[in-house]
């Protein structure tokens, strides 16, 4: 460029042209075009704070900001030349454990992971080695109610049955008395969720542990529970302590949780804590080097970011028991503000009131009559506002009937929900005094979906709306 011409960016050659886009690029370009090309293409995601449709962690203080950045280059398999992230990482996991009740939480195996997926995989894969380990033959199985795809992903790479209990009647979560009948010699364990994907409720693990016992007792069948705590595993023990669902349940053989969900880590951090050292089989264990020896490690992934459990760290001794106590607490208060709110509307039925005692900081919700839209239609409208918001089938069995759910996180205020309320008032007039010829179906809609079978899940487009920082 010659010295006389405009060094404005956006006359730059490299964004005259339009950036590349099919072929690997065959030209350099300085730094600060391609920066901003990304930079401005990334504008037209939707806002993180304003979706939702995700469970997970769209606001980070400064201080975990800083240490997220000064931890970028760490790569948290290194123990031997990172020390420190790893103890601060096994610092977490007794935390963790004995935040959840672990008879030793000193001795306990556990891992961060890459997120719940990850950890409720090497659950899975505990508890069929285990199986197989004392005789199990042929194909396993596990039993479970409305899941998380990441439990269909598990049983289909890693070829274990999945049986998934029909829900009976207008209940949203599995009935414990339905778990008994599907339970076999090859049932590696009970999956139970404590915060549910669809609507936000939690199970009633006691009583699923309740049924096993009887089970047990008529049968001789003993079989584990895992706990899929993604998102109540960091509400409960603050919010509903009296709920008892975790390690004090001698059955619960493992736990898995998302640090990046309730947990306030950023994303990328989740967790997988075992009851006693026996319950993960020493054939899923690896031994790296550690400070001249070495430190057991069990992960699918090899390299994974360190800062996510550094960061949680923080999280973990900047709150307290008494910090996050405070702070759920005032998450579930704009849950119930909003469930409020919703209600008033006179239009939807809550499925899911935002109560701590019931379910995670959420409010789901139906339409009970036709009120000549569905909620695909309301969805797609508040997305013209900037809010999104999940509408999607039931599971199985139920998959003729529509809910909505909103999840309220950590930096959505008592005034944002306000917002959303007024938002919806208007969308539900705009869609009354202008009908749409024809109403939304699921696809058209697009996005949302819960279905393994589907393309992307509506927690990858959260994931992917969530590399927009906050405040970006
Ligand atoms: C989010 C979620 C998962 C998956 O967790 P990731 O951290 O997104 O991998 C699994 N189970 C439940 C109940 C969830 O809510």
Redesign the pocket.
């Known amino acids: 460029m010659a010295a006389s011409e405009s060094d404005d960016l956006f006359a730059m050659p490299a964004l005259d042209r339009g950036a590349p886009k099919h072929n690997f690029p065959h030209r350099e370009m300085p730094g600060p075009e391609a920066y901003q090309i990304v930079h401005d293409e990334l504008m037209l995601d939707g806002v993180s704070r304003m979706n939702l449709a995700t469970?997970?962690t769209t606001w980070i203080d400064e201080h975990a900001q800083r240490l997220m950045a000064q931890s970028v280059a760490k790569n948290i398999v290194d123990k031997d030349e990172y020390p420190q992230t790893a103890e601060l990482e096994r610092r977490c996991v007794r935390m963790v454990a004995d935040l959840w009740h672990a008879p030793r939480p000193e001795s306990v195996h556990g891992t961060s992971t890459i997120?719940?997926?990850?950890a409720?995989m090497l659950g899975g894969l505990a508890a069929k080695t285990r199986w197989r380990k004392r005789g199990g033959r042929g194909v396993p199985n596990f039993v479970c109610g409305p899941v998380?795809v990441?439990w269909e992903k598990f049983a289909r790479y890693f070829d274990v049955e999945i049986r998934q209990v029909p829900l009976r009647g207008d209940r949203y979560t599995l009935h414990p008395d339905d778990i008994a009948a599907h339970c076999d010699s090859n049932t590696i364990m009970v999956v139970a969720?404590m915060?549910?994907?669809f609507t936000g409720l939690f199970e009633d693990i006691a009583a699923f542990s309740a049924a096993l016992d009887e089970l047990q007792d008529r049968t001789g069948l003993d079989i584990p529970l895992h706990v899929?705590a993604?998102?109540g595993g960091f509400l409960a023990p603050f919010t509903a302590p009296d709920l008892v669902w975790d390690f004090r349940l001698p059955r619960v053989k493992s736990i898995n949780a998302?640090g990046?969900?309730t947990g306030l880590a950023p994303l990328g951090c989740?967790w997988a804590i075992w009851r006693e050292p026996d319950d993960l089989p020493e054939e899923l264990i690896f031994d790296v080097d550690y400070l001249g020896g070495s430190m057991a490690t069990f992960n699918l992934n090899f390299s994974r970011p360190g800062g996510q459990a550094i960061t949680q760290y923080y999280d973990f001794i900047r709150l307290g028991r008494i910090g996050y106590t405070r702070l759920q607490s005032a998450i579930y208060r704009v849950a119930e503000h909003l469930a409020q709110g919703l209600t008033a509307t006179g239009l939807f039925e809550m499925i899911h009131d935002g109560s701590p005692t019931r379910g995670i900081t959420a409010a789901s919700w139906r339409l009970p009559a036709d009120p000549g839209f569905n909620l695909y239609d309301l969805s797609e409208r508040l997305r013209s506002r900037g809010w999104l918001i999940a509408a999607y089938p039931l599971p199985a069995d139920r998959q003729d009937e529509t809910i909505m759910r909103a999840v309220v996180r950590h930096g959505f205020t008592h005034d944002m929900a306000d917002l959303l309320l007024v938002d919806i008032d208007r969308c539900v007039d705009q869609l009354r005094k202008h009908p749409l010829s024809s109403s939304l179906t699921r696809r058209e809609a697009g996005g949302f979906t819960h279905d393994a079978t589907a393309a992307v899940s509506d927690?990858t487009i959260a994931a992917a709306l969530n590399l927009q920082r906050s405040d970006g």
């Open positions: 469970f997970c997120g719940s997926s990850e409720a998380q990441c969720t915060g549910q994907t899929d993604a998102s998302s990046h969900k989740g927690e």
